[in-house]
Each structure stands twice: as structure tokens, then as C-alpha cells.
């Protein structure tokens, strides 16, 4: 594997172990339908929670979080509508970003609860 793709397996790994101890119950991980992929779907009692995992060895040019882009967010959000008609949920939907900073432990965590909203879509007729 290579090594960039070991880092992001890692700091998956980290991220899930990190919302299980905050309670989160992961319901998907790397969920996969056609070209849609969501890589962390859990769940509190009251939300269903999409958690976009970004790693990096450092941020030394910039956060991880702003590899979310705004192409990013939208696949996301598709996602999620397609992961919810397919298994019925009615929950209300928190999106979230969890960056995880490192090469080896400790690793720095961050958690963006609210990361972004669904944008709104326009159409044109």
C-alpha cells in the first residue's frame, strides 16, 4: 500500500476509535455505492452523523480540513442522499470533518461537528 493511502487508513482508524469513545455508534465505514463514498457514517440517538476523515503528516501548507472543497462537499451530500433513501432513515443529518495530524501517536485530532449544510440547489427552467 502506498504510503500516503497507509496514512489515510490510519487516520480513519483514529477517527473512528476517537467517535466511539465519544459515543457515536458507527453504523459504515468507507461506505461505497457506484461513484459515491462516504467515509464514516454513525449515529447519535438523535442525528445521523456523515464524518469526512482528511489526514495529513503535517500542516505545514495548510489545514486538512480545507482539502473540503465546495466539488467535495456536494459528492458528500449526494451521498448521503443516496444513503439515506437506500435505507429508509428519517433522522435529521449532521455533516462533520475529523482532520487528524500526524505520522505517529500522539496524533492531533480535530473535530468540526457542524463542518458545512447541504447548499441549497437552484434550478433554472
Same mark, same amino acid.
Given at each position: 500500500?502506498?504510503?500516503?493511502?497507509?496514512?489515510?487508513?490510519?487516520?480513519?482508524?483514529?477517527?473512528?476509535?476517537?467517535?466511539?469513545?465519544?459515543?457515536?455508534?458507527?453504523?459504515?465505514?468507507?461506505?461505497? +455505492?457506484?461513484?459515491?463514498?462516504?467515509? /464514516?457514517?454513525?449515529?447519535?440517538?438523535? @442525528?445521523?452523523?456523515? =464524518? $469526512?476523515?482528511?489526514?495529513?503528516?503535517?500542516?505545514?501548507?495548510?489545514?486538512?480540513?480545507?482539502?473540503?472543497?465546495?466539488?467535495?462537499?456536494?459528492?458528500?451530500?449526494?451521498?448521503?442522499?443516496?444513503?439515506?433513501?437506500?435505507?429508509?432513515?428519517?433522522?435529521?443529518? +449532521?455533516?462533520?470533518?475529523?482532520?487528524? /495530524?500526524?505520522?505517529?501517536?500522539?496524533? @492531533?485530532?480535530?473535530? =468540526? $461537528?457542524?463542518?458545512?449544510?447541504?447548499?441549497?440547489?437552484?434550478?433554472?427552467?
Amino acid at each position: 500500500m502506498a504510503q500516503h493511502n497507509l496514512l489515510g487508513k490510519t487516520g480513519e482508524d483514529i477517527a473512528l476509535e476517537y467517535l466511539q469513545g465519544q459515543g457515536y455508534k458507527i453504523l459504515h465505514r468507507n461506505w461505497r +455505492r457506484g461513484s459515491y463514498e462516504i467515509d /464514516i457514517v454513525a449515529c447519535t440517538e438523535e @442525528e445521523l452523523v456523515i =464524518i $469526512e476523515v482528511k489526514t495529513r503528516s503535517n500542516n505545514s501548507w495548510s489545514d486538512p480540513e480545507d482539502a473540503v472543497t465546495t466539488r467535495k462537499i456536494n459528492h458528500i451530500v449526494s451521498a448521503t442522499d443516496l444513503y439515506i433513501k437506500l435505507f429508509d432513515i428519517d433522522l435529521p443529518v +449532521r455533516f462533520g470533518i475529523i482532520s487528524v /495530524i500526524g505520522q505517529t501517536p500522539p496524533f @492531533e485530532i480535530d473535530h =468540526i $461537528e457542524d463542518a458545512f449544510y447541504p447548499p441549497l440547489n437552484t434550478y433554472r427552467r
